[in-house]
């Protein structure tokens, strides 16, 4: 199982009242549609292998290219993806 060989990032992530508390002062509000965020994070290509998944009914073995939703530290490295993207922007024009 890949998410118990892999070890837990600690990487923080926001709390959503935090959020809510700090977009308070704000006249507008914009909201980032992430719904397909973590299907455009790449999969480095030396872990690609590590990824293999096999459907039922011998269709074949499958590897993900991009980060799939459901792994262990998928929240965590998409966190870190959008700080280091919006880093300059977040606490002034962005929360």
């Known amino acids: 199982n890949l998410n118990e060989a892999s070890p837990k990032d600690e990487y923080p992530m926001p709390m959503a009242d935090m959020l809510v508390d700090g977009a308070a002062h704000n006249q507008m509000l914009s909201i980032i549609d992430a719904n397909a965020e973590y299907n455009q ?3 480095s290509e030396e872990d690609i292998h590590k990824t293999t998944f096999m459907c039922p009914g011998h269709i074949g073995a499958f590897e993900y290219t991009v980060m799939p939703f459901r792994l262990r530290n998928a929240g965590a ?3 870190r993806a959008m700080n280091s993207i919006f880093h ?3 606490g002034h024009s962005l929360e």
């Open 41 to 43: 994070i790449m999969v």
């Open 77 to 79: 490295t998409y966190q």
């Open 88 to 90: 300059d922007m977040i």
